[in-house]
C-alpha cells in the first residue's frame, strides 16, 4: 500500500503539472445518492453493519480531463459517504495519463479495461470487479474497477495489440457477510493476497483485428484467481487465498441475421493445481459464451446467452473433495435474458436481465426502470431477486439478500 501511495502521490503531481501545460480542460462531474435495502425480513447479526441496508451511499464525483499535443490526462474521484458503516473515503475511479502517436498509445495510471464479448458474463476479462455494488444495485459502471496498470497499445493493418502490466493484484470485491447472507463451511481468520513483488506482475496480451464481419480478439493472460480459494487451518476455521493462474481465450462478435452474435471462449490454466487432487484450488477449466442480441421491434431489444464451464480432472475433484463440502458439477451452466423497452421518446427505459443455472438449479432477476427526468438528472429503481434449490450456490446462498433499490443523479 506504502508503493501505491507514493505512486498515486506522483501520479497526482504529474497532472497537476499537466494541467499547467494543457491546452484544454473539460470538468465534468455529478452528485449522487444510492439506497438498497432487504426486503425478506431478515437481518445480519453484525452490530454495526447488519440490519436490513445493504447500501446507502452518497456520491460527489469529479471528474477532470486534459489534452496537450500528444499527451492527455484523466482524473476521476468519488467522494463517498457510506450511511450503513457511517464512514467516508475517497473512491479513486480513474487518474492516468496518456501519450499518443502515430502506431502506438501508452497509458500509465488506474484505469478500468474490459475485454471479451460477454453481458455481464466474463472469461477473458479478468480485471477486477464489484459484486457487491451489482447484488446491492448500485449503477452498472461500479461492477468495474480501476487496475493500477501500464497498457501499450499497438496499431498496424494487418493486427493490433494490447499490452497490460498490472504491478499491484487487485481482487474481486464480493459480498461483505456484516451485510449479505452467505453460505461458507468455515470460519475464515485471515486473507492471504499475493505480495507486491515483480515475480507477481500480472500480464496480459490481446491481439485484433476485423476478419470479415467480427471483430476478432485473442488473447493471454498470467496472473492469479481474482475469487479465492479456501485453505483449512483447523477443523473449523480456514484462510483465503488466491492461487495462480493463465489464461488463454478468443473472442468473436459482429452482425449476423440483422443482430448480433458474440462467440468467446477461454482455458482456464489452474497453476498451482495441474492434477486437479488440490479440493483447495479451482481445477483447470474450459469456458465458452455463445450470445445473440436483436432488435425485435421498435425500441424493444432481446439477448439470450448460453454459459458453459466444463471441468478437467473431474475424477480427482471427486476423491479429493472433504466430506460435507458442496460438490460442483463436471459441466457447470448458466443462461442469461436482457430485454430492454425504451419508452417516451428514450427517457424512460425498462429493463430485465436474468441469470439461471440449469445445473445449479438457482437464478438471479434484475427487473429495472430508468426515468430521465431532464437532460441532467436521472432515476432509477428495480429489484434483485435471488433464489435456489439449494442454499449453497453461487445464487443460492443469496437467497435471503433479495433488495429493492433507488438511484438518483444529477450530473453537471
Known amino acids: 500500500m506504502k508503493t501505491m501511495s507514493y505512486i498515486f502521490i506522483i501520479l497526482i503531481f504529474a497532472i497537476k503539472t499537466a494541467t499547467a501545460c494543457a491546452q484544454e480542460i473539460n470538468f465534468h462531474g455529478f452528485v449522487q445518492g444510492s439506497l438498497s435495502a432487504r426486503i425478506t425480513g431478515n437481518e445480519t447479526p453484525d ?29 476521476k474521484a468519488d467522494l463517498v459517504h457510506d450511511s450503513v458503516a ?11 495519463m496518456d501519450y ?21 458474463l466474463f472469461i477473458n476479462d479478468t480485471y477486477p470487479k464489484n459484486y457487491s455494488a451489482l447484488f446491492s444495485g448500485q449503477p452498472l459502471e461500479y461492477l468495474k474497477t480501476g487496475s493500477d496498470a501500464v497498457k501499450l497499445s499497438l496499431y498496424s493493418d494487418a493486427i493490433s495489440a494490447d499490452l497490460v502490466v498490472i504491478p499491484f493484484f487487485e481482487p474481486y ?22 505480495r507486491e513483488e ?17 471483430d476478432t480478439s485473442l488473447y493471454v493472460y498470467r496472473g492469479f484467481y481474482k475469487i479465492p480459494g479456501m485453505r483449512p487451518t483447523s477443523m473449523t476455521e480456514a484462510e483465503l487465498f488466491y492461487p495462480q493462474l493463465a489464461v488463454y481465450g478468443f473472442s468473436m462478435q459482429g452482425a449476423l441475421g440483422n443482430g448480433v452474435l458474440s462467440i468467446e471462449g477461454g482455458y482456464y490454466d489452474s497453476l498451482d493445481d495441474r492434477n486437479g487432487d488440490d479440493p483447495t484450488i479451482s481445477n483447470s477449466s474450459a469456458r465458452y459464451i455463445l450470445g445473440y442480441s436483436k432488435q425485435i421491434w421498435s425500441d424493444f431489444t432481446a439477448g439470450v446467452q448460453y454459459y458453459g464451464e466444463y471441468m478437467q480432472d473431474y475424477g480427482q475433484y471427486e476423491n479429493s473433495l472433504p466430506a460435507g463440502f458442496p460438490k460442483s458439477d463436471k459441466l457447470h451452466q448458466l443462461v442469461t435474458l436482457r430485454l430492454t423497452q425504451m419508452l417516451k421518446y428514450n427517457t424512460l427505459r425498462l429493463s430485465l436481465f436474468t441469470f439461471y443455472s440449469p445445473d445449479d438449479e438457482d437464478y438471479f432477476v434484475i427487473p429495472e426502470a430508468r426515468y430521465n427526468i431532464t437532460d441532467s438528472l436521472w432515476f432509477s429503481g428495480g429489484i434483485n431477486i435471488f433464489g435456489g434449490k439449494d442454499s449453497r450456490t453461487f445464487f443460492g446462498q443469496l437467497d435471503k439478500n433479495d433488495d429493492l433499490f ?3 443523479r444529477y450530473e453537471f
Open 100 to 120: 499518443r502517436s502515430g502506431h502506438y498509445d501508452l497509458r500509465a495510471g488506474r484505469q478500468i479495461i474490459t475485454w471479451g464479448a460477454g453481458d455481464l
Open 86 to 96: 457511517d464512514e467516508d473515503h475517497v473512491d479513486i475511479r480513474e487518474a492516468y
Open 406 to 408: 433507488a438511484t438518483m
Open 198 to 214: 515483480i515475480e507477481n506482475l500480472e500480464i496480459a496480451l490481446r491481439l485484433y483485428r476485423q476478419l470479415g464481419r467480427f
Open 173 to 194: 470485491q464480493l459480498p461483505d457477510p456484516k451485510r449479505f447472507f452467505l453460505y461458507s463451511p468455515m470460519t475464515i481468520t485471515g486473507i492471504n493476497t499475493p
Open 47 to 75: 452490530n454495526n453493519e447488519g440490519g436490513d441496508y445493504l447500501s446507502g451511499e452518497q456520491r460527489l464525483r469529479g471528474e477532470i480531463t486534459g489534452t496537450a499535443e500528444s499527451t492527455a490526462f484523466t482524473l
